[in-house]
């Protein structure tokens, strides 16, 4: 069965194919990149690209993919509610993270690099405490500059800001990696502190839907 995955970036596409390799050999991986719906959502708010989110989930499902994973934080509650009329398993891909980082404590540190993900993560963070009927204390931090790093291609010097940012924390029980663009500077770290990113147990939630 196949899985698609609906990016808002191309750098993303060898980041998911590299872990496909790793941890679930033979899956087969159908990659719709669309950087127009984070622009938008990002200048209009996540609501504006609903009925674009909803029709690239159904192509998806028209052409056979048993699954669709949505990679961008910004966008993944839009991709997530629309489920319903896809017909298939639509997975966000922080859901699995922001479920992990509730066993770690209360004191959850978010690091983003694009403002418009913030309320979508810290809403995504207050609904897994309920789930698990836990307390939780999440503060926010936008890594400056390692956004326009990105876009431009500098994925190790974005990387290497978002580092930066996660060894000054050192008064939460966990950190969390808003965005899968970010996933590269935890092995840049140093803190003590556990730090969490959604690329991989996005993906290891997407294939087990995807079946």
Do not use: K, Y
């Amino acid at each position: 069965m196949a899985l698609a995955l609906l990016h808002t970036s191309p750098l993303h596409v060898p980041v998911f194919d590299a872990l496909r390799d790793e941890d679930h050999p033979g899956l087969e991986l159908r990659h719709l990149v669309a950087p127009d719906l984070l622009a938008r959502a990002r200048a209009e708010g996540p609501e504006a690209v609903a009925p674009q989110v909803t029709a690239a989930l159904e192509r998806a499902a028209a052409d056979g993919a048993g699954a669709v994973l949505c990679t961008c934080s910004t966008i993944g509650e839009v991709a997530e509610r629309a489920a319903a009329r896809v017909g298939v398993p639509v997975v966000r891909g922080d859901r699995p993270m922001a479920a992990a980082a509730m066993t770690a404590g209360p004191r959850v540190a978010v690091l983003a690099t694009v403002e418009s993900t913030l309320a979508p993560t810290l809403a995504l963070i207050e609904d897994e405490a309920r789930r698990a009927n836990r307390p939780v204390r999440a503060r926010v931090q936008v890594v400056a500059d390692a956004w326009t790093r990105f876009e431009a291609g500098d994925v190790e010097g974005c990387a290497r800001l978002v580092a930066a940012a996660a060894d000054t924390v050192t008064d939460a029980d966990v950190i969390v990696l808003a965005q899968v663009s970010m996933a590269p500077a935890q092995r840049l770290t140093t803190t003590s502190v556990p730090i969490l990113s959604s690329p991989r147990p996005g993906l290891a939630a997407a294939a087990r839907a995807a079946g």
